[in-house]
T-cell receptor, first 114, second 109 residues
Framework: EPEVTQTPSHQVTQMGQEVILRCVPI?????FYWYRQILGQKVEFLVS????????KSEIFDDQFSVERPDGSNFTLKIRSTKLEDSAMYFC????????????FGPGTRLTVT | QKEVEQNSGPLSVPEGAIASLNCTYS??????FFWYRQYSGKSPELIMF????GDKEDGRFTAQLNKASQYVSLLIRDSQPSDSATYLC?????????FGTGTRLQVFP
């Protein structure tokens, strides 16, 4: 069964450093998402991406964040200058369509900012 | 502010019993509703989705939707210890999913 994959599974970085989190969505899916979950808190939406453009973003997704689909398979989330409060699990998700499309989540990347 | 509310639990049920998990949402215009299961330290796993009022059954799981009451529920029949997890209710709003805080379910032998 196809699944969303993410690398790395765990990333430790120092405050102020740039990180890139990588995702490979399910191959026939057209809509891609990033969510995050701070330990003990709810899953929060960051950004959605379709047709090589951001279609929606949350207040969390400020100028420090960017997304890119550099080739036909990868989808990346970049955090330019990490802060302590960026420590969280970051989940990539994908769906065939929007509207009623179900979103399938990858295993996540645990980001620890020290 | 569009919200999704769940009782955080834990909900404890004996093995073989029916577990009933509930969720309310604030946006009356919501059309798509999802239940995810999340084991500790893992990612959300989609287990049910429902778009129309009424019941939808899939194996041991039944999702129930009442749009007039803005209420979604998940029933798990013949609960097993392996069902012990946090169950997240999610509601689609435009492109994104809005999640509740989740209900922790404990199934004891």
């Amino acid at each position: 069964e196809p699944e969303v994959t993410q690398t790395p599974s765990h990333q430790v970085t120092q405050m102020g450093q740039e990180v890139i989190l990588r995702c490979v969505p399910i191959s026939n899916h057209l809509y891609f998402y990033w969510y995050r979950q701070i330990l003990g808190q709810k899953v929060e939406f960051l950004v959605s991406f379709y047709n090589n453009e951001i279609s929606e973003k949350s207040e969390i997704f400020d100028d420090q964040f960017s997304v890119e689909r550099p080739d036909g398979s990868n989808f990346t989330l970049k955090i330019r200058s990490t802060k302590l409060e960026d420590s969280a699990m970051y989940f990539c998700a994908s769906s065939v369509g929007t509207g009623v499309g179900e979103q399938y989540f990858g295993p996540g990347t645990r980001l620890t900012v020290t | 502010q569009k919200e999704v509310e769940q009782n955080s639990g834990p909900l404890s049920v004996p093995e073989g019993a029916i577990a009933s998990l509930n969720c309310t949402y604030s946006d009356r215009g919501s059309q798509s509703f999802f239940w995810y299961r999340q084991y500790s330290g893992k990612s959300p796993e989609l287990i049910m989705f429902i778009y129309s009022n009424g019941d939808k059954e899939d194996g041991r799981f039944t999702a129930q939707l009442n749009k007039a009451s803005q209420y979604v529920s998940l029933l798990i029949r013949d609960s097993q210890p392996s069902d012990s997890a946090t169950y997240l209710c999610a509601v689609r709003n435009t492109d994104k999913l809005i999640f509740g805080t989740g209900t922790r379910l404990q199934v004891f032998p």
